[in-house]
């Protein structure tokens, strides 16, 4: 059984920062894709950004150079963070553990950003 657990999420302004963490416990195997995803009022499930376990990372375009995904593999964790954050930004964000068995969920936190 796998577990994610998720923090950092809140309320910013735009062009603040933010920084989110995602925690996995359980049958965690070193070969994984941990990542983030987002989504909005009426919009789809988007991926933001992801990491393999041995740091390839994946960004969408719509946060690349704002945003930065890293891990770290001995803690099983997982970081997003989120600079020059603009209103479109406001969602919320779920993190995803990508294993062979299939995929994992966290229970999502929500990013406000205001004008």
């Known amino acids: 059984q796998v577990q994610l657990v998720e923090s950092g999420g809140g309320l910013v302004q735009a062009g603040g920062s933010l920084r989110l963490s995602c925690a996995a416990s359980?049958?965690?195997?070193?070969?994984?894709?941990m990542g983030w995803y987002r989504q909005a009022p009426g919009k789809e499930h988007d991926l933001v950004a992801a990491?393999?376990?041995?740091?390839?990372?994946n960004y969408a375009d719509s946060v690349k150079g704002r945003f930065t995904i890293s891990r770290d593999n001995a803690k099983n964790t997982v970081n997003l963070q989120m600079n020059s954050l603009k209103l479109e930004d406001t969602a919320v964000y779920y993190c995803?553990?990508?294993?062979?068995?299939?995929?994992?969920w966290g229970q999502g936190t929500q990013v406000t950003v205001s004008s």
């Open positions: 359980g049958s965690v195997f070193s070969v994984n894709t």
């Open positions: 990491i393999t376990s041995n740091g390839r990372t």
């Open positions: 995803n553990l990508r294993l062979l068995s299939g995929d994992y």
